[in-house]
């Protein structure tokens, strides 16, 4: 029976790069969780054989599983270890598992990512992380038998194992190479360092080379070469300055000595495109704002330049008033209608003054929501400190500067039971919202929250299912002016709904609590998060929604952006207009994490440029997801270019339409309110590419441009100044007055 399940089991034995490599694409299966199952003798004949390159979810295992575990029988030949001139480990790498998994082989633990119900922290979004364990090559019993038997937790459907077939090699000398690359500043100067070590217990040696090679000229710009020395404790550092406002490409190659095999890895560090705002007061944020008669004006001046700054008005209407010293706005105007004045702000450098104008209507949402929201750095583990820290950051960083005012609390701020009489209390992670709520106010900023028209949110919190008109009410009394209400735990009841499969039956849920909101005496902003079902786009505006996410959620890596942005987006332009926005979910630049460990976006720089330029063109919700406590200058210039930003805000509310789809380049065009028109050229593929405005100036409907503005950069391109280099995953933002 065993040599049967071995056969079914190992799909390929075939030579990769450095070796053998043994890929398996089943394994035997079952769910629950033992921990008997990690046991090389346990008897797992009666098992089901589950494929491991598709989620459980899609081979007929209950989507509400928890854990379930897979258990491969390996014949591991030894000359697959003689093939190796190190001999010292075997990598198993796994591909992904949703969402957490530990792997054992031959009954001991070899690796672990994620955490398990009980841990501290919580289990969500490890599931796009590569899964790399070793085990020593002493403990692989050699010409027989191995069991690999990996547990997994799913925290909600999907689940399983997926991202490819799980292969076992035999690392060579050369493998053992792990060159990493960081921003480092040293004596006041920019660089990048390029670390060197081994990723095993084993000590490799050469020669280690870094070229610094500048993108538009293709010049060298530094070379530094080092013999080198390392092992798993003892690592290699090198310091290579570069002129941060240039583009530079980093390649470091390790020529290792034993082996004759070389390693190269490329890298492009942080470069900022985005010029200093000046000393003087400069304002940030599009001139109008929409509130709804008689409701609470919270609104911050977003102005940047040196602190104090003085902020005045003589003609603010009758019921508002600045404060002089952080520039929140307060009040409430009764009678509709628009209510235009003009705003100074002065410092130490000069002063500066903008014409504004309010709104006094039904609608509000006049331009895409700019903020901060705690799911894409914290996750679950999210508390009331953690968001007022962002809450600072954004001030004291300058973010709010740049218009910024949302500070939104994703999933996680539930108790585990609603109060006596029904109302939604807090968890112990949050003592004080009104107090939160009011400290947000008393700044000028504006305070979200999330649930779900379910009894149960996605991280399995409490929803505000039949208890909706309380729920809005708890958010009056503590101030809240967006919710964030996400479908997820409604799932299971619109399962059992007779009309199921019609638009009137995704509408309902929405409706209900939109009849709720709006009978508070303050505007909330509605922002439904229902992944794009019953094309939600089509009604939202009816509902009176604000915004809507028309995807899943995002990831901070490049096929989440390209397929949320550029595949998904590309036909919704005619849906986003003042007051209701199609919401391609939130940003992933800065420190992620989606828990309480979190790491540097692992989108590229490019890609990053990529992503602000492309969530700018569509007028989409700008809701920073990273930890603004921990923000570096890349990320904050990417964040606070207020000509990008511009194209985000401008009140004309028009999405970009992708005009030209032409093999990897593509190129997008949003018309702004000064008659002039937004331009995003893309390239979507994995070289250079040189493109020529001119050539598609006739599809963008430019007959003769008047002028052509680089808004990264801020400057003005000469006409003839057409021809663009874009590296992989780039983009060029231009501006074209026509
Ligand atoms: C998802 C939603 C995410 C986040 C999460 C919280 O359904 O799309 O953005 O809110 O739930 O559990």
């Not at 989507?63 to 390996?74: E, K, L, M, V």
């Not at 508070?520 to 009816?542: A, H, N, T």
């Not at 942005?565 to 992933?588: H, I, K, R, S, T």
Request: charge should be negative; hydrophobic fraction near 35%; glycine fraction near 10%.
């Amino acid at each position: 029976m065993r040599f049967l399940y071995n056969i079914l089991i190992v799909a390929a034995i075939s030579m990769s790069a450095y070796g053998q490599e043994i890929a398996i694409d089943k394994a035997l299966f079952n769910e629950g969780d033992s921990q008997e199952w990690k046991t090389p003798s346990f008897d797992d004949s009666s098992w089901k054989t589950l494929e491991v390159t598709r989620l459980w979810d899609d081979q007929g295992v209950a989507p509400d599983t928890r854990f379930g575990w897979y258990r491969f029988h390996i014949d591991m030949p030894s000359n697959m270890l003689q093939s190796s001139d190190l001999q010292e480990v075997v990598a198993f790498d796994l591909g992904m598992v949703d969402d957490c998994d530990e792997a054992y082989f031959n009954g001991k633990l070899i690796g672990k990512t994620g955490l398990m119900p009980g841990e501290m922290g919580d289990i969500t979004n490890t599931f796009d992380i590569p899964r790399n364990y070793t085990v020593s090559a002493k403990d692989v019993n050699w010409d027989g038998e191995n069991v690999l038997a990996v547990r997994c937790y799913s925290g909600g459907a999907p689940g399983g194992m997926f991202g490819g077939p799980v292969k076992v090699t035999v690392p060579g000398l050369v493998e053992a190479a792990d060159i990493s690359f960081s921003q480092a500043k040293v004596k006041g100067k920019d660089g990048v360092e390029v670390t060197l070590k081994s990723r095993y217990p084993a000590t490799i040696s050469g020669k280690l080379n870094v070229v610094v090679t500048d993108f538009e000229n293709g010049k060298v710009v530094a070379e530094v070469t080092k013999n080198v020395k390392v092992n798993d404790v003892r690592s290699e550092k090198l310091f290579i300055p570069y002129n941060k406002s240039r583009r530079v490409d980093v390649k470091a190659t390790f020529d290792e000595k034993n082996s004759g095999k070389s390693l190269s890895v490329a890298h492009v560090p942080h470069y900022i495109l985005t010029p200093a705002a000046p000393a003087s007061p400069r304002f940030n944020t599009a001139p109008i704002y929409g509130v709804r008669p008689g409701s609470p004006i919270h609104y911050r001046f977003g102005v940047s330049g040196e602190r104090p700054m003085h902020f005045s008005s003589t003609d603010l209407p009758k019921g508002l008033a600045i404060d002089p010293y952080n520039g929140a706005l307060r009040g409430s105007l009764e009678d509709r209608g628009s209510y235009t004045f003009t705003v100074t702000a002065k410092n130490a450098a000069g002063e500066a003054s903008q014409e504004f104008t309010i709104k006094v209507g039904d609608r509000i949402g006049l331009t895409p929501p700019m903020g901060w929201n705690s799911w894409n750095c914290w996750g679950l583990s999210v508390s009331q400190d953690k968001v007022l820290s962002s809450a600072k950051a954004l001030i004291d960083n300058g973010l709010a500067d740049y218009g910024y005012a949302y500070v939104n609390i994703d999933d996680g701020w539930e108790a585990e039971k609603r109060n006596p009489e029904g109302t939604i209390a807090v968890n112990s992670k949050f003592p004080d919202m009104k107090g939160l709520g009011d400290w947000l106010h008393d700044e000028g900023l504006k305070f979200g929250i999330y649930s779900s028209p379910g009894d149960l949110t996605c991280g399995g919190y409490l929803g505000s299912l039949d208890h909706e008109a309380q729920d809005a009410d708890s958010y009056n009394e503590w101030g809240i002016d967006y919710l964030k209400y996400d479908w997820c735990g409604y799932r299971r009841k619109h399962e059992t709904e007779p009309d199921r499969e019609t638009t009137a039956s995704y509408i309902r849920p929405y409706l209900l609590m939109q009849e709720h909101l709006r009978r508070q005496p303050r505007d909330i902003f509605y922002s439904l998060c229902q992944y794009g079902m019953g094309d939600v786009w089509k009604w939202g505006e009816m509902i009176d929604a604000n915004s809507w996410r028309t995807t899943g959620d995002i990831s901070d890596r490049w096929d989440s952006v390209y397929d949320i942005g550029f595949v998904e987006q590309a036909d919704l332009y005619p849906y986003a207009a003042p007051g209701g926005w199609n919401d391609p979910d939130m940003l992933v630049v800065g420190k992620v994490g989606w828990s309480s460990n979190l790491r540097d976006s692992r989108l590229t720089v490019d890609e990053q440029y990529t992503h602000i330029s492309l969530w700018a063109l569509m007028a989409a919700n700008m809701m920073i997801g990273c930890d603004l406590a921990q923000l570096d200058d890349f990320t904050l210039s990417l964040l606070c270019n207020n000509e990008v930003n511009a194209v985000n805000q401008d009140v004309l509310g028009k999405q970009a339409k992708r005009d030209v789809k032409d093999g990897d380049l593509q190129i997008w065009s949003r018309p702004l309110s000064d008659g002039s028109v937004a331009v995003g050229i893309f390239n979507l593929g994995n070289g250079v590419m040189e493109v020529d405005l001119n050539n598609y100036l006739k599809i963008l409907n430019i007959d003769n441009p008047l002028g052509i503005r680089d808004l990264w950069r801020q400057q003005d391109l000469a006409l003839n100044d057409t021809k663009y280099k874009l590296p992989s995953h780039g983009v060029k933002l231009i501006k074209v007055k026509k």
